[in-house]
């Protein structure tokens, strides 16, 4: 672990299991508020509705725990070559495992639902082709979703499953590989080519965070860019 960032000492951390037992609250809660859908606004709208109803959850944790936003990595990086560096490597090694999966897919024997992300990008994003203008407003919106998305899910979810697994290296890997996981099931509710291609990149994210100091502007960054990418595409 890195000691710049655990500034808890054993007299104050609570047991591990207070920390399981947030996480079964914080799941839960990710997982149900997604159940809440209001058909007047459109899909951006609601997902930041989920994102930021989530967020106030883990705010209220950290706070029941006495840990800090940048404890788990919100925070000006110390090395700003350091930091372009992990967000340089990160990008790439994201990609990279997106285009391996994608070569070896078929050979892998895996039973999976095809990607209907293209297909459904109109009901979610509106008609993209050609239309500039509309790129423009939802990027931002793209970029917010984003950070939220590394806060909440490589930000939070690693520290509060390494704590729950009384923070050991294998709790480490295993925070990595669960979250990943998590974030990939949670975007499409299945064992799809989605769902693995996005579990790749929640995984590719929690490496490069554990990697480069747990600082969460390179990941932030990365995905921006990603995410940008994958817009383009639709324009």
Known sequence: MDSNIRTSTPENTPSAFVFLLDLVIYIAIMFLVRELYFAQFN?????????????????????????????????????FKKALFATV???????????????IKDQLGLQVAP??????????FGELAGNWALFLTLIPFIWLQSALEEILDRGFLINWIERALAST????????????????????????????TVALIGLAMGIGYVAFGRNLWPLIIAHCILNTMSMLERV
């Open 43 to 79: 899909f951006i709208t609601n997902g930041l509705f989920w994102s930021l109803t989530t967020l106030l959850t883990a705010a209220v944790l950290m706070r029941m725990r006495q840990v800090s936003w940048r404890e788990i990595g919100l925070c000006k990086p110390e090395n």
């Open 89 to 103: 490597f990160i990008f790439a090694f994201t990609i990279i495992s997106i285009v391996v999966f994608q070569m």
């Open 115 to 124: 990607d209907l992300s293209n297909e459904n990008a109109a009901s979610k």
């Open 169 to 196: 290296w294998f709790a480490t890997i295993m925070a990595v590989l669960v979250q990943a996981m998590i974030f990939g099931f949670r975007h499409s509710y299945d064992i799809s080519e989605r769902s693995i």
